[in-house]
């Protein structure tokens, strides 16, 4: 039987208050995958992440909601990162996830454990007319609620994520939606999160993420939407990169998280962030 640990860490955040849990799973072998569905549902987080082997920078890496497999998940890569630094030390760790290699840099600054991904190779894509309408009536949102400077889209950057700006805050706090019927058209359209935000200025953004189809109400702190917002704004222009955004999550949850994204003129866009131990 292989020997394994599995600990409970916030990440995106300094204080155990803040963030988003993961469940990080470390291991010499992969459990099969029922275990590992089983394990997810028992830990009960938005994700849990399944790592092997025990050691040596290069890991295979797979996701799994409390309901079904995730192909990326960057909360538990920031998690498990972190998790890894303070088992092995500093340095750049190799992902192999089922969407490609994710490198992950672990490095201590001021005595805290920080871990950065660099997503692949992000894209996007206009939304249908039905997506957004479906969109819309799930969140009881108007299109006048939107920001015409940052057009809805459909955003990759491991999963797909539907990205929809809105003018005010308030209508961003105002967050109540139908999960039955927003989790559903995320079904048919292989919608990973919402990626509802609004810019405060050009280096700020807030954020929230409904997360219905891992039986989450909302996320508190989403990496991988946070490189597909940042794939997308380089893409379509709406910034010129090399940039550096904020993203402030989880606010309005009680559970602030801070998500760090770096803009390169090409390729993976980075997010970091730093992470604490829960329990083990």
């Given at each position: 039987m292989s020997s394994h640990t599995l600990q409970k860490l916030a990440a995106f955040t300094s204080t155990p208050e803040g963030g988003n849990p993961a469940?990080?799973?470390?291991?010499?072998?992969?459990?099969?995958p029922q275990e590992m569905q089983r394990i997810a549902a028992e830990v009960g987080f938005s994700e849990t992440a399944f790592v092997a082997p025990n050691k040596g920078s290069k890991r295979t890496v797979r996701y799994y909601s409390p309901e079904a497999e995730v192909p990326f998940c960057g909360h538990a890569?920031?998690?498990?990162?972190?998790?890894?630094?303070?088992?092995a030390g500093s340095g750049t760790y190799q992902f192999a996830t089922t969407v490609?290699?994710?490198?992950?840099e672990v490095s201590e600054y001021?005595?805290?454990?920080?871990?950065?991904?660099?997503?692949?190779?992000?894209?996007?894509?206009?939304?249908?007319?039905?997506?957004?309408?479906n969109a819309l009536s799930a969140l009881d949102w108007d299109v006048d609620d939107l920001d015409s400077s940052i057009p809805p889209a459909r955003a990759f950057g491991g999963n797909w994520h539907l990205v929809l700006a809105v003018k005010s805050?308030?209508?961003?706090?105002?967050?109540?939606?139908?999960?039955?019927?927003?989790?559903?058209?995320?079904?048919?359209?292989?919608?990973?999160?919402?990626?509802?935000?609004?810019?405060?200025n050009?280096?700020?953004?807030?954020?929230?993420?409904?997360?219905?189809?891992?039986?989450?109400v909302e996320d508190s702190a989403t990496g991988a939407s946070a490189?597909?917002?940042?794939?997308?704004?380089?893409?379509?222009?709406?910034?010129?990169?090399?940039?550096?955004?904020?993203?402030?999550?989880?606010?309005?949850?009680g559970s602030p998280s801070h998500l760090t994204l770096f803009i390169p003129k090409k390729g993976g866009i980075t997010v970091s962030g730093t992470a604490v131990i829960l329990s083990d």
């Amino acid at each position: 039987m292989s020997s394994h640990t599995l600990q409970k860490l916030a990440a995106f955040t300094s204080t155990p208050e803040g963030g988003n849990p993961a469940g990080v799973w470390i291991g010499d072998s992969l459990p099969e995958p029922q275990e590992m569905q089983r394990i997810a549902a028992e830990v009960g987080f938005s994700e849990t992440a399944f790592v092997a082997p025990n050691k040596g920078s290069k890991r295979t890496v797979r996701y799994y909601s409390p309901e079904a497999e995730v192909p990326f998940c960057g909360h538990a890569t920031i998690a498990t990162g972190v998790a890894l630094g303070k088992k092995a030390g500093s340095g750049t760790y190799q992902f192999a996830t089922t969407v490609g290699t994710i490198p992950v840099e672990v490095s201590e600054y001021c005595g805290e454990m920080r871990a950065a991904l660099t997503s692949v190779e992000p894209k996007f894509e206009l939304p249908s007319d039905t997506l957004l309408k479906n969109a819309l009536s799930a969140l009881d949102w108007d299109v006048d609620d939107l920001d015409s400077s940052i057009p809805p889209a459909r955003a990759f950057g491991g999963n797909w994520h539907l990205v929809l700006a809105v003018k005010s805050k308030q209508r961003l706090d105002d967050l109540s939606y139908n999960f039955g019927k927003l989790k559903q058209m995320m079904l048919d359209d292989d919608l990973t999160t919402l990626q509802l935000i609004w810019r405060e200025n050009d280096g700020l953004i807030h954020s929230r993420n409904p997360f219905p189809v891992g039986g989450v109400v909302e996320d508190s702190a989403t990496g991988a939407s946070a490189v597909a917002l940042g794939g997308y704004l380089r893409e379509s222009n709406i910034i010129n990169a090399p940039q550096n955004i904020n993203i402030l999550q989880g606010e309005i949850m009680g559970s602030p998280s801070h998500l760090t994204l770096f803009i390169p003129k090409k390729g993976g866009i980075t997010v970091s962030g730093t992470a604490v131990i829960l329990s083990d």
